[in-house]
């Protein structure tokens, strides 16, 4: 079935430092997909998406590149704040609309000032 | 628009015991979606409505669960004699078709503890 695997954490940086969490997919066809962001005592909340492939998709300084040869969808950010300190899911969507959508376990980033 | 709002935020109930949760989407949304999440994973879907439709049930959603939207508007989400293995985070999320994709927006949850 479909699934996402990513970057186990905990990931701690120092402030400014480049940011790199790792997402692969296992899905057929042309899933939609997502990074989702969670903040502590807060609900997730959409980060940025890629519907196909090549597509990037990007907010806040995140982006992250539809990549269908090699089945990913990793996060990078240049340079990092204390304010990026979250739990970030990677997550697809099989169909365009209306799906259910299948999570990664989830990357722990905390950034040191 | 005030977002999705879910209610209670925090639940301690004991084993044998009935609770509901209750999900208000975003007012214009047709689409409700619940999921789970354990911790240290990722969330997990349950069940989706489409307006008062339940078109869509995982296996995840034993007989014990139970998910209503009457009115294509708000929905409960009932489980009848928790176990401990039922505490959880319990997601809520809503979306609208617009044709541009699948963007669910998601509450902040109800916390279940299972004593």
């Known amino acids: 079935g479909d699934s996402v695997t990513q970057m186990e954490g905990p990931v701690t940086l120092s402030e400014e430092a480049f940011l790199t969490i790792n997402c692969t997919y296992t899905a057929t066809g042309y899933p939609s997909l997502f990074w989702y962001v969670q903040y502590p005592g807060e609900g997730l909340q959409l980060l940025l998406k890629a519907t196909k492939a090549d597509d990037k998709g990007s907010n806040k300084g995140f982006e992250a590149t539809y990549r269908k040869e090699t089945t990913s969808f990793h996060l990078e950010k240049g340079s990092v704040q204390v304010s990026d300190s979250a739990v970030y899911f990677c997550a697809l969507s099989r169909y365009s609309s209306a799906s259910k959508i299948i999570f990664g376990s989830g990357t722990r980033l905390s950034i040191r000032p | 628009d005030t977002g999705v709002s879910q209610d209670p935020r925090h639940k301690i109930t004991k084993r044998g015991q009935n609770v509901t949760f209750r999900c208000d989407p975003i007012?214009?949304?047709?689409?409700l979606y619940w999921y789970r999440q354990t911790l240290g994973q990722g969330p997990e879907f349950l069940t989706y409505f489409q307006n008062e439709a339940q078109l869509e049930k995982s296996r995840l959603l034993s007989d014990r669960f139970s998910a209503e939207r009457p009115k294509g508007s708000f929905s409960t989400l009932e489980i009848q004699r928790t176990e401990q293995g039922d505490s959880a985070m319990y997601l809520c999320?809503?979306?609208?078709?617009?044709?541009?994709?699948?963007?669910?927006?998601f509450g902040a949850g109800t916390r279940l503890s299972v004593l």
């Open positions: 999320a809503s979306s609208y078709d617009s044709g541009g994709g699948n963007i669910q927006y």
């Open positions: 007012s214009e949304h047709n689409r």
